[in-house]
Nanobody, 127 residues
């Protein structure tokens, strides 16, 4: 059974940093594409960043230059380093897996591209 675990959320002030982790159990997911999404109250889930199985990365324009996605194959973990956080980054953050080796660059940010989801971790940025 595929299980993803997102962790690392918390409360930070504007301009602060957090690092989210997405780990997997039951299988090795480092060859698959992993996306980070977020959902704020009353808003749709949106794609934030993605790393493909071959290492290509994609970022939403709203986080470019501030968020960095990376993977550690030895730890079977994908990270989302978030710097210069803003109140508008406040949301529940989810990691998700696309069981293809190389996610389509046109659809990486669509939730329906991904088959498996973690439970989410809350990120709150205070002003």
């Amino acid at each position: 059974e595929v299980q993803l675990q997102a962790s690392g959320g918390g409360l930070v002030q504007t301009g602060g940093s957090l690092r989210l982790s997405c780990s997997a159990s039951g299988f090795t997911f480092t060859d698959y594409s992993i996306g980070w999404f977020r959902q704020a109250p009353g808003k749709e889930r949106e794609g934030v960043s993605c790393v493909s199985g071959i290492g290509d990365t994609y970022n939403d324009d709203s986080v470019k230059g501030r968020f960095t996605i990376s993977r550690d194959r030895s730890k079977n973990t994908v990270y989302l380093q978030m710097n210069d956080l803003k109140p508008e980054d406040t949301a529940v953050y989810y990691c998700a897996l696309d069981p293809t080796y190389n996610v389509d660059r046109r659809t990486w940010s669509r939730p329906d591209t991904y088959n498996y989801w973690g439970q989410g971790t809350q990120v709150t940025v205070s002003s």
